[in-house]
């Protein structure tokens, strides 16, 4: 496995740079969205420009007018997530979700990790596209309960989109366990003592009706785990569709157990990734810690993670931060690494693992090597990783470079 480094940009000031591409179409167009942070979950600035070449000429940016608007008292976030091709429909299948601050964002994230109340409302879209992507007149609400209203149906959306053989689209979403609950007649206090903060998993598939011309969507039983194990439930799922047809969920967990939360979780308790397997797509197992192929699981904070299959090798990755000691909550993101899933076996291939970034002497201990974006280059099927190196100085904790990690795994084949 080669793997080399690109600088993208360097960060501006004590802000961080995040610049990252994304296919539009079943082509080679793309688009590169540009953030520039200096806070948590939220940008100061947000601009994209477009290339019809796979990144050799692109257009100026522009200012993303979809990223904020404000409506009152309250301020929306809305993003494009995932982008997929259906090759049995030809249709393109995107992601969407939208994020209703119900007052100003800051003072609304505070009395979150202060004390546990959530005034945000977070709703995850389907969106369908008949021209390649120019497009997406239809949309779909991941919803899970009947009732429209603005507080009902939040839904955190899943981090891909998952294309089934035959063309079914998989996606998920998590959701406070107490919405949940309230939609499938749960004991939320069963699994949790704050079933706000705890997060529980309900996974999506649409199947296009030809009759109809539109897409039927089906949702699971909700996928939970217990706030022992993970504090804050079942985070940024994975939804996988295994070549022996197992539906594979993969999720972000947490040991974090601030003073303003309520937790059964035990000082010391390890943070792992968190898998649950089904073969109908509805019913789930309980979920369990993400291991190597040699049973043993691995330390993982709470971040996120992805998955690429190759197109040429057929090989199933996944990318992540794996660590040597017990998280502190999200801490720390470093170093991040890659490493091939056995499908047959469930498990990470311990030797086939990778590191790919890792923090360097005299960098700061909040480096997150995190929140990246994962893909197979069109033309060289080169694999692409980019993100932002947030906390890279030990002074300013928002500051970052835009960088770029490609890796060519196919030579060894």
Known sequence: MKIRFEM???????????????????????REHRDIQTESDFSESVMN????????TWTDFS???MYYEQDGEREILKRVNAVAPNPVTGHMVRSVMERIFLYEHKKAYENYWTTGVMDWRDHTYMEISRDNGHTYPERYLLAYEDDMDIH???????????ITPDGRILSSVCAPLESIARAFGINAYEYSLSPVITK????????FDPDSDSYMISKSKPVIISDEKSSRGLLEPNILFLKDGTYLLECRGSNASPDGWKTRMKTGTPGYRWIAKSTDGVHFTEPE????????????????SKWLRHSVTGKLYWLGNIIDKIPDGNLPRHPLCIGVFDEDGKCLLKDSVRTVDFRKEGEGWRLQCSNFSFYEDRETHEMKIEYSRLG?????????????????DITEE
């Open 8 to 30: 993208i940009e360097e960060a501006i000031s004590n802000r961080s740079v995040k610049t990252q591409r994304m296919y539009l179409g079943k082509g080679i167009r793309m």
């Open 49 to 56: 420009r477009y290339s019809d070449d796979n990144g050799r």
């Open 63 to 65: 200012e993303d007018s």
């Open 152 to 162: 009902r149906n939040h839904g955190y959306h899943g981090t891909n989109i998952e």
């Open 200 to 207: 529980a998993v309900v996974v999506f598939e649409l199947e």
């Open 289 to 304: 810690p993400m291991v190597y192929d040699d049973g043993q699981a691995f330390m993982s904070p709470s971040s996120i």
């Open 392 to 408: 890279q100085s030990a002074d300013h904790r928002w500051m970052g470079d835009a960088v770029r990690f490609i890796i060519d």
